[in-house]
């Protein structure tokens, strides 16, 4: 060992004291990895098992104990009433900061797919109305152009009009349950009341149509079930009428106040490359700005005949989706109007007695059609072998079907493209770095329906 003192060149009394080793010139010892192995492990901190024999003290000083912080987990629902009672969200909270969301569903063990594939054609028609029950004949509709594609028959014009307006007052109905759903969840509990009274309208048009309010099982494959009653169209358009009012007295009590902005402006907002990677559709992708609506892209049911405007957002946030649903009633309403001015005469069913139901009347005094009406309510209508993919714009996004037929009066595989299945799976990307409180808004505003997600 060396000493070397140092002095300053200022002061002489500033002195400092160097210690050198030089090395130590021997044989270096290379140990094996078994020898060193059982050396290895904590040889500085304590462990569980040694902290039961000693403590390590370290300059007289109890060495303080490292904590952690962990999230908090909890469940949102499914007894929440925002969570419908059938969907569970656990949440990961860091404070009231939102870390992950993860959906979990499989509540409602429907099993509607199965069921399609052990009844007839006719059978499984009720089933649509049970998916989507704040829309129904939205549903029917896709249902009906499946089974109409795979028999290769298209439905005569009145029936088409017929459809039209019965999937229109089904887009007002589901829209204004979800906009008033929404300010309820916000707070805000008068424009509910004013809604549900112009729902509970709708549903009185239904029941005049096919005796049925809900559960509709009013199309047909190849048309409708029966005409309009009389004076039917003029009370849609009293209906319609009266609407336009109820829609702005929501506006001036809703789209302009501050804490209902506040409560949805910036929340769940969404990109447009996120929406299409997710597989959102409907108002969901529409409120990011990409125009599309499978009513105009692919018209069906004669929808290429009616103008109308389809609404897209900027933000793809909550607040959008607000005012895109808005804009979608009014434009529903327009094509009623449409619908009312232009409707044709004629047969509301296809004159195909293989497929159809005959009338009451024919069938009470026409042997013929009685056998028909026997076979086809016991046996149904033998479908070619073929499969189709055929999807309608539904309130809530695109409702798609497909559909195996094999040849016989039931289908071989149905497979249902909800709406809100999507939707749902993008809960855990559109609710991180949220607030507790805002997670009953966004599932609002994405207008979930469990009826077709636990399909």
Known sequence: MHCIKLFSSLNLRNVRYFKLYPPIYGQRWYPDAEYVKQFSGPTMYGTEITDKYYKMIYSGVVRPVEKKLQN????????????HGVLRLILELDGETVVRV?????????ATEKLMENKHYNQSLPFMDRLDY?????????????????LNIEAPPRAKAIRVLCAELSRIANHFLNISGTVLDAGGITPFFWMCEEREKIYELFERLCGARVHNAYMKPGGVTQDLPIGFLDDVYEFCSKVGERCDETEDLVTENRLYYARTAGIGAVSAHEAISLGFSGPMLRCTGVKWDLRIVHPYDGYDLYDFDVPVGTFGDSYDRHLLRLFELRQSLRIINQVIDTIPEGEVRTDDSKISLPSRQEMKTSMEALIHHFKLCTEGYVVPPGATYTSVECPKGELG???VADGTSKPYRVHLRPCSYNHLAGLAVMGKRMMLADISILIATIDIVFGDIDR
């Open 72 to 83: 908090m987990w909890i469940n949102f629902g499914p007894q929440h009433p925002a969570a």
């Open 134 to 150: 704040v829309s129904t004949m939205a549903n029917e509709q896709g249902f009906v152009l499946a089974v109409e594609k795979l």
């Open 102 to 110: 993860d959906p979990h569903i499989g509540f409602l063990h429907r």
């Open 401 to 403: 079907l497909y559909m």
